[in-house]
């Protein structure tokens, strides 16, 4: 305990345990829409699209990572969302060529560029996540901030179209709903999470932030209402409780945090099982 | 003028056609049934009047000031998604969503008109309950609930019984009939010919042979045939 009120005087810890629990907001919220419109495959996809970008933005250099991996994830978002519209099996294809090339040539910039000496190191913190979050500049705590309000308010004044083009494209669609511009929408808003996720648990993890939360919630409530608060609480809990875990007993925040969210998952799954 | 005229129409998906030449119109207080047999393009029919689906040539035109956001629509049932988490009151309301506008949530009339809807299809004290756990038979009164909410004057039905015992098909139909006595207009997809000919008054039958007309001219050209 006295460790914690220790480390919770420095302000990186207090901004990295703020924008965590932006972050697991945001990453939750779209969680249940990700599983039922069988999206979840392009939330994988672009989480190596978005270690591609991560890995050129190190080579590059650039300042400020975010400002070049997230309008390239978003590309991505946009064109993964079209091929996997129009081309229903080959759809599946394109995204693996994607997000696996994007891999492969992420490792190969990184190999041929070497910025550090701990090239494993560096590798591995950008899949696993690191200790990134504890060492945010200011700048990017904003940004994440930021961000994360935008995907908090947008949901929230859309919340009911996203109800609708997830529960039934169709009937949406029929009533003269735009469902291809909310298509957009929510695949713009993945790609930001995704992007915002990754300063969290590394870009291997993001899914299961976004999907664990979803997951457990729909163990516990059957309305679309008490699902979202309820996979928001879950998701923010299990950052908090990963977070201060890892800092306490100094282990890997990103792995400790979805640790977390599976416990949490396998608890809720006997309680909806008990309940029933 | 009639609320709907399809006039010439060729169906298909991507260049491949599936029905071919097909002309009808509907009328305020019509309950026309389409019949005919699996794969003969009804669902298809439907998809392209509500404009899910471009027809490969030919036109249809709404009438009488009707926009395509006014038709109320039940899916056929392997369109919904069943173990998606959502109350009753979720999804009929859902059925308001243009008339939202630029408003971000549903407001005291659009609640009203959903409770309306529900209380007409007998699922109110539902409201409540998670979709998921209903029957096969409460899930379809949600459904046209929904469909009721949307709609103002033309609901449109794609085999609104497939999947119901026999005792629950007939409720259905007499909740449909209902709706149909209270002044709205009907176009409902149905396998058994033998409802669509005591429920409708006019029929569209769809296959090889392509017919359209009043039940009395379905029965006459019927007889016809088998002489
Ligand atoms: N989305 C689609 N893309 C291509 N072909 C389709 C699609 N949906 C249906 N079809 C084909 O169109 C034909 C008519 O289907 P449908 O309109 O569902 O018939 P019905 O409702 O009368 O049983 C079928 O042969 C079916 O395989
Ligand atoms: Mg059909």
Redesign the interface.
């Known amino acids: 305990m006295d460790k914690l009120i220790m480390y919770l005087q420095y302000p990186f810890v207090r901004y990295a345990i703020i924008v965590g629990v932006l972050i697991a907001l945001c990453s939750s919220l779209l969680g249940v829409t990700l599983v039922l419109k069988r999206f979840s495959f392009i939330g994988d996809g672009l989480s190596h699209v978005a270690f591609g970008a991560m890995a050129i933005a190190t080579v590059l250099k650039v300042s400020n990572d975010m400002l070049l991996v997230l309008p390239i994830t978003i590309l991505c978002a946009i064109l993964l969302l079209r091929t996997g519209r129009n081309t229903r099996i080959k759809g599946d294809a394109v995204i693996a060529m994607i997000s696996v090339g994007a891999l492969a040539f992420g490792y190969l910039l990184m190999n041929l560029f070497p910025t550090s000496s701990n090239l494993t190191g560096d590798v591995c913190s950008t899949l696993f996540g690191s200790t990134s979050i504890l060492t945010l500049k200011p700048s990017e705590v904003w940004l994440c901030a930021v961000l994360s309000v935008i995907v908090i308010t947008i949901f929230i004044l859309f919340y009911h179209r996203i109800f609708s083009v997830t529960f039934d494209e169709n009937f949406a669609l029929a009533t003269g709903t735009r469902v291809d511009i909310y298509n957009l929408m929510i695949a713009v808003v993945i790609a930001v999470i995704i992007v915002l996720a990754m300063n969290l648990v590394g870009s291997l993890l993001i899914s299961a932030l976004v999907i664990f939360p979803a997951l457990s919630a729909m163990r516990l409530f059957q309305s679309f209402k008490k699902v979202t608060i309820c996979s928001a609480i879950l998701s923010v809990f299990g950052a908090l409780a990963g977070l201060i875990i890892s800092i306490l007993a100094d282990t890997p925040v990103g792995s400790t945090i979805v640790a977390c969210d599976v416990v949490i998952f396998g608890l809720c799954y006997l309680i909806g099982r008990v309940k029933k | 003028m009639a609320l709907l005229t399809a006039k010439g129409l060729f169906l298909g998906y991507e260049g491949q056609s599936v029905a071919e030449n097909i002309s009808f119109t509907v009328e305020p207080g019509d309950y026309l049934c389409v019949i005919g047999e699996n794969g003969s393009g009804k669902t298809t029919l439907i998809?392209t009047i509500?404009?899910?689906v471009k027809p490969l040539s030919g036109q249809i035109a709404l009438g009488e000031g009707l926009?395509?956001?006014q038709?109320g629509?039940l899916?056929q049932q392997d369109?919904?998604?069943r173990d998606?988490?959502?109350?009753v009151e979720?999804?009929v309301?859902?059925?308001n969503?243009?008339h939202?506008g630029w408003h971000?949530?549903?407001r005291k009339e659009d609640r009203a008109r959903a409770k309306e809807a529900m209380e007409k299809m007998g699922i109110l004290h539902l409201a409540?309950h998670?979709?998921?756990?209903l029957s096969g038979g409460q899930q379809q009164r949600v459904l046209l609930a929904?469909a009721l909410v949307?709609a103002d004057r033309l609901l449109v039905l794609d085999e609104p019984v497939s999947g119901l015992d026999p005792v629950v098909t007939a409720e259905m139909y007499s909740l449909i009939r209902t709706l149909h006595e209270e002044g709205m207009t009907m176009i409902m997809i149905t396998h058994d010919v033998t409802t669509a000919l005591s429920e409708a008054t006019h029929i569209l039958h769809m296959g090889k042979t392509v017919f359209f007309g009043t039940k009395e001219a379905y029965l006459e050209q019927e007889k016809g045939e088998e002489q």
């Open positions: 998809r509500l404009g899910l926009e395509k956001n038709i629509y899916p369109e919904i998604q998606f988490p959502a109350s979720e999804i309301l859902s059925g969503l243009h939202l971000p949530f549903y409540q998670p979709y998921r756990a929904r949307a």
